[in-house]
């Protein structure tokens, strides 16, 4: 199992600003994911981030709205940058354990709320 | 494409009473599938997962869940309902493509357990 730090637990922006959140996971791992989860939603995959390479974006994300860095196998920030209220999600960053890598655990997400 | 569906956005049972969180699902080949439950501003937790083997798995606080692979389901179960276990519940399958493992969650259920 891990233990993952997600910070900050919530925030309330400004539109047109941007918002850091970090993840930091107590074991190293070779992947991890970022999830959005809009309100009442379930949970869509915005990108996954693997140490020393560029992150993977889903269909529908892009890099210059959501930039991630991954830069060692313990820790991971994902970036909301040019805020705006429909970005008023929870953002769950996950790591994959298990004997395939086939099972997530998740950090206790980010409540972020755009003003 | 692979997908996941909760046919009941809510469920209610009372305490006591067997409950069934229902899940149905698409995707090729051999699926991996996973219920994760979400407590009240924290983050998803793993309650059990079927890769092969046996159709009837058994996951944490008393949960298990039937494989049925004509009926392409998966249903969630527990013989005798907690008020404690009223949360969002969340089925998944576990994709692979191009080497990233990720999964994709269904809907959710709420289940309310009323006293």
């Known amino acids: 199992s891990a233990v993952i730090s997600q910070k900050p637990s919530r925030d309330i922006c400004q539109r047109g600003t941007s918002l850091t959140i970090q993840c930091q996971v107590d074991?190293?791992?070779?992947?991890m994911f970022w999830y959005r989860q809009q309100p009442g939603q379930s949970l869509t995959l915005i990108a996954t981030a693997n140490q020393g390479s560029e992150a993977t974006y889903e269909s529908g994300f892009v890099i210059d709205k959501f930039p991630i860095s991954r830069p060692n196998l313990t820790f991971s920030t994902l970036t909301v940058s040019n805020m705006s209220p429909e970005d008023s999600s929870i953002y769950l960053c996950?790591?994959?354990f298990g004997q395939g890598e086939e099972k997530l655990f998740f950090g206790s997400g980010t409540q972020l709320s755009v003003l | 494409a692979q997908s996941v569906a909760q046919p009941e956005d809510q469920v209610n049972v009372a305490e006591g009473n067997p409950l069934t969180v229902k899940c149905t699902y698409s995707?090729?080949?051999?699926?991996?599938l996973f219920w994760y439950v979400q407590y009240p501003n924290r983050g998803l937790q793993f309650l059990l997962k079927?890769?092969?083997?046996?159709?009837l798995v058994k996951g944490s606080y008393g949960f298990e869940a039937e494989f049925n692979k004509s009926q392409t389901s998966f249903h969630l179960k527990k013989p005798s309902a907690l008020v404690s276990d009223s949360a969002l519940y969340f089925c998944?399958?576990?994709?692979?493509?191009?080497?990233?493992?990720?999964?994709?969650f269904g809907s959710g259920t709420r289940l309310q357990v009323q006293p």
């Open positions: 995707v090729s080949g051999n699926p991996y």
């Open positions: 998944a399958v576990n994709r692979r493509r191009a080497g990233r493992r990720a999964l994709t």
């Open positions: 074991s190293q791992v070779t992947m």
């Open positions: 996950s790591v994959a």
């Open positions: 079927y890769i092969t083997g046996d159709n």
